[in-house]
C-alpha cells in the first residue's frame, strides 16, 4: 500500500489530463479526480490511468470541490494536483521519503511554471502535500488556500524540494476567454463576502492579474491600488503587489509609470532582485540597451532575492547574465557576449534560449572549436544530452552532436 493518495479536480482537461497522471502513478495506488462536468475525453482518459472519478456539479467554489476531492482519499498524505501539473521523476523519491519519515505535517514544494517563452520560467512554493486529516481543508471561492486551517490545527508545516512542472501558463491556456470570465465572476462574488483585510488584498490582486489578459489594464491598476492599500505596508505579498502594478503598466505600454513604480517599490524593497530586473527588460523593450545593462548588472550583483514569497527563477544568476550577453552581442561585443553565454550555459546548463543563441553567434567554425569552447564550462556528457534533448536540430547543431559522439571516449 502507498502511503499516498493523489486528488485532483477537473473540467475539459484532455489535454493535460494523461500527462499529470502517468507521472503520479509510480508513488500511488489511489488516484482520485472529481470532474465537475467535462464535455471532452477527461474522464475516459483519466479512468485509463487507473482514477476513480467521482462526478459532481461544478458548485462555484473551488475550495468546495478539492475538499471533495481529498475527503474521498484513502491513504494517509494526500498530493493535490492541478490537472496541468507534472510531478518530476527525478524528485519521486524524495516525496515518498518525505511522508514515510516525516518531520512536518504539511510541506510546501516548489511549482516551476512553463510560458510560451523558455526565458520566462517562474517558480513558487505551493501547499499540496499534506496529512490526510479532517482539520486539514480547503478554503476560498477561488485562489483558494489551505495554510490556514493547517495553522488553526497548530500543525507544522515545512518546505520540500519535491518539484511540480506547470503548463498552466502557457499562452493559450491563459487566455482561454471563458475560464478569465468565470474566474472573474468568482472573485467578484468572494469581494462581495469579504470584509476588508489581507484576503480580500489576495483578491484583489488576483483580480487584476485576470483582468491583463482581457487587455482591462484600467481596472486592473485599480484593483492593485487596492490590493495595496488594504495590506499592512510590511505583508509578505506587497513586493509582490508591486512587481505586479509596474507589469501591468508594462502591458499597457506606459513606460513612464513603470520606472515610477519600480523606484517606489525598491524604497521599500531595496534587495527584491525581481524589480531591478524587470525594469532591465522594460528598458531593452524601449531600445535603451546602455540602461538595461547597467539594471542586469545590478540584479546580477544582487543575486538570488532572499525571504520573498515569490521570485521569478534566475533573475539574479543566469537570467541577468543571459541579458547581458544579448545587449553584447547587440553592441557587437561578440567577444564579451560569448563569456557571458558561456558563464550562463554553467550556472543553468538546461537553460535552452542562451545556448540557441550561443550556437547561432558561432555558426560557421568548425564542430571541434565550437566543443572545445563549450568543454571549458561543462562535461562532454552534459553537453550529449542536453542537445539530444531538443526537438528538432539545426545542421550546425547536428554536426556539434556527431563530433562530440564521435570523440566521446577522447574528451572523456
Given at each position: 500500500?502507498?502511503?499516498?493518495?493523489?486528488?485532483?479536480?477537473?473540467?475539459?482537461?484532455?489535454?493535460?489530463?494523461?500527462?499529470?497522471?502517468?507521472?503520479?502513478?509510480?508513488?500511488?495506488?489511489?488516484?482520485?479526480?472529481?470532474?465537475?462536468?467535462?464535455?471532452?475525453?477527461?474522464?475516459?482518459?483519466?479512468?485509463?490511468?487507473?482514477?476513480?472519478?467521482?462526478?459532481?456539479?461544478?458548485?462555484?467554489?473551488?475550495?468546495?470541490?478539492?475538499?471533495?476531492?481529498?475527503?474521498?482519499?484513502?491513504?494517509?498524505?494526500?498530493?493535490?494536483?492541478?490537472?496541468?501539473?507534472?510531478?518530476?521523476?527525478?524528485?519521486?523519491?524524495?516525496?515518498?521519503?518525505?511522508?514515510?519519515?516525516?518531520?512536518?505535517?504539511?510541506?510546501?514544494?516548489?511549482?516551476?511554471?512553463?510560458?510560451?517563452?523558455?526565458?520566462?520560467?517562474?517558480?513558487?512554493?505551493?501547499?499540496?502535500?499534506?496529512?490526510?486529516?479532517?482539520?486539514?481543508?480547503?478554503?476560498?471561492?477561488?485562489?483558494?488556500?489551505?495554510?490556514?486551517?493547517?495553522?488553526?490545527?497548530?500543525?507544522?508545516?515545512?518546505?520540500?524540494?519535491?518539484?511540480?512542472?506547470?503548463?498552466?501558463?502557457?499562452?493559450?491556456?491563459?487566455?482561454?476567454?471563458?475560464?478569465?470570465?468565470?474566474?472573474?465572476?468568482?472573485?467578484?462574488?468572494?469581494?462581495?463576502?469579504?470584509?476588508p483585510n489581507e484576503w480580500k488584498a489576495y483578491l484583489h490582486w488576483q483580480r487584476a492579474q485576470t483582468l491583463v489578459p482581457l487587455?482591462?489594464?484600467?481596472?486592473?491598476?485599480?484593483?492593485?491600488?487596492?490590493?495595496?492599500?488594504?495590506?499592512?505596508?510590511?505583508?509578505?505579498?506587497?513586493?509582490?503587489?508591486?512587481?505586479?502594478?509596474?507589469?501591468?503598466?508594462?502591458?499597457?505600454?506606459?513606460?513612464?509609470?513603470?520606472?515610477?513604480?519600480?523606484?517606489?517599490?525598491?524604497?521599500?524593497?531595496?534587495?527584491?532582485?525581481?524589480?531591478v530586473y524587470w525594469e532591465g527588460q522594460v528598458f531593452l523593450d524601449e531600445g535603451l540597451w546602455d540602461k538595461a545593462e547597467q539594471?542586469?548588472?545590478?540584479?546580477?550583483?544582487?543575486?538570488?532575492?532572499?525571504?520573498?514569497?515569490?521570485?521569478?527563477?534566475?533573475?539574479?544568476?543566469?537570467?541577468?547574465?543571459?541579458?547581458?550577453?544579448?545587449?553584447?552581442?547587440?553592441?557587437?561585443?561578440?567577444?564579451?557576449?560569448?563569456?557571458?553565454?558561456?558563464?550562463?550555459?554553467?550556472?543553468?546548463?538546461?537553460?535552452?534560449?542562451?545556448?540557441?543563441?550561443?550556437?547561432?553567434?558561432?555558426?560557421?567554425?568548425?564542430?571541434?572549436?565550437?566543443?572545445?569552447?563549450?568543454?571549458?564550462?561543462?562535461?562532454?556528457?552534459?553537453?550529449?544530452?542536453?542537445?539530444?534533448?531538443?526537438?528538432?536540430?539545426?545542421?550546425?547543431?547536428?554536426?556539434?552532436?556527431?563530433?562530440?559522439?564521435?570523440?566521446?571516449?577522447?574528451?572523456?
Amino acid at each position: 500500500m502507498s502511503d499516498i493518495s493523489v486528488a485532483l479536480i477537473v473540467r475539459n482537461e484532455e489535454r493535460f489530463i494523461t500527462q499529470c497522471l502517468e507521472s503520479v502513478k509510480p508513488i500511488t495506488d489511489d488516484i482520485v479526480v472529481v470532474d465537475t462536468g467535462s464535455e471532452d475525453r477527461t474522464i475516459e482518459l483519466a479512468e485509463k490511468e487507473g482514477a476513480r472519478v467521482i462526478s459532481r456539479p461544478w458548485p462555484r467554489d473551488f475550495a468546495r470541490a478539492r475538499n471533495w476531492a481529498i475527503e474521498e482519499a484513502k491513504n494517509p498524505w494526500i498530493l493535490m494536483l492541478d490537472a496541468d501539473e507534472v510531478l518530476l521523476e527525478d524528485d519521486q523519491h524524495m516525496l515518498i521519503e518525505a511522508v514515510k519519515h516525516p518531520t512536518a505535517d504539511a510541506y510546501n514544494i516548489r511549482i516551476v511554471s512553463l510560458t510560451d517563452r523558455p526565458e520566462d520560467l517562474t517558480e513558487a512554493r505551493v501547499t499540496r502535500v499534506f496529512r490526510n486529516d479532517p482539520r486539514i481543508r480547503w478554503e476560498g471561492r477561488v485562489h483558494e488556500q489551505i495554510i490556514p486551517s493547517i495553522g488553526r490545527a497548530g500543525m507544522t508545516l515545512e518546505p520540500l524540494d519535491v518539484r511540480l512542472m506547470h503548463y498552466g501558463y502557457l499562452k493559450e491556456v491563459m487566455t482561454d476567454r471563458n475560464k478569465l470570465e468565470r474566474n472573474l465572476d468568482l472573485l467578484d462574488q468572494s469581494l462581495s463576502e469579504t470584509k476588508p483585510n489581507e484576503w480580500k488584498a489576495y483578491l484583489h490582486w488576483q483580480r487584476a492579474q485576470t483582468l491583463v489578459p482581457l487587455e482591462r489594464y484600467d481596472d486592473a491598476i485599480k484593483d492593485m491600488r487596492l490590493a495595496m492599500t488594504l495590506a499592512h505596508p510590511t505583508a509578505a505579498l506587497q513586493p509582490l503587489f508591486w512587481l505586479t502594478l509596474a507589469k501591468i503598466f508594462t502591458a499597457k505600454r506606459d513606460y513612464h509609470k513603470v520606472h515610477q513604480t519600480v523606484r517606489e517599490a525598491l524604497k521599500l524593497f531595496p534587495d527584491y532582485t525581481d524589480l531591478v530586473y524587470w525594469e532591465g527588460q522594460v528598458f531593452l523593450d524601449e531600445g535603451l540597451w546602455d540602461k538595461a545593462e547597467q539594471r542586469f548588472k545590478k540584479a546580477l550583483a544582487m543575486g538570488v532575492p532572499k525571504n520573498y514569497l515569490q521570485s521569478e527563477l534566475g533573475v539574479g544568476t543566469f537570467k541577468a547574465l543571459w541579458q547581458l550577453a544579448r545587449i553584447s552581442r547587440m553592441q557587437g561585443k561578440m567577444t564579451q557576449a560569448e563569456a557571458y553565454y558561456l558563464k550562463t550555459i554553467e550556472l543553468k546548463p538546461a537553460f535552452y534560449p542562451a545556448w540557441k543563441e550561443y550556437l547561432a553567434l558561432l555558426d560557421g567554425n568548425p564542430a571541434p572549436i565550437i566543443v572545445t569552447r563549450l568543454s571549458m564550462v561543462l562535461p562532454k556528457d552534459t553537453i550529449i544530452r542536453t542537445i539530444s534533448s531538443w526537438a528538432s536540430l539545426s545542421m550546425n547543431e547536428q554536426a556539434i552532436l556527431s563530433y562530440l559522439q564521435d570523440t566521446k571516449n577522447e574528451l572523456g
